[in-house]
């Protein structure tokens, strides 16, 4: 294993623990955050289908 790939381990394994951390320290607004995207993805999948039902029904 190169030096390379040994720093890029070290530099992954440091970020995923400080990830880990700041979801941790900051859970509440993570789960604002959650919701938040996930309402933005039906938002997509609804206006998705709202355009294919308004291409299908052109023919």
């Known amino acids: 294993m190169d030096k390379t790939a040994l ?3 070290i ?3 440091i970020l995923l623990v400080a990830g ?3 979801a941790y320290f900051f859970l509440d607004e993570l789960i ?3 919701k938040g ?3 933005l993805i039906v938002i997509l999948i609804g206006l ?3 355009a ?3 291409m ?3 023919d």
């Open 11 to 13: 530099a992954g394994i």
């Open 32 to 34: 604002f955050v959650i």
């Open 52 to 54: 294919v039902g308004i």
């Open 20 to 22: 880990v951390y700041g």
């Open 48 to 50: 998705l289908l709202l």
């Open 37 to 39: 995207l996930i309402g």
């Open 56 to 58: 299908t029904a052109k």
């Open 7 to 9: 720093g890029m381990i």
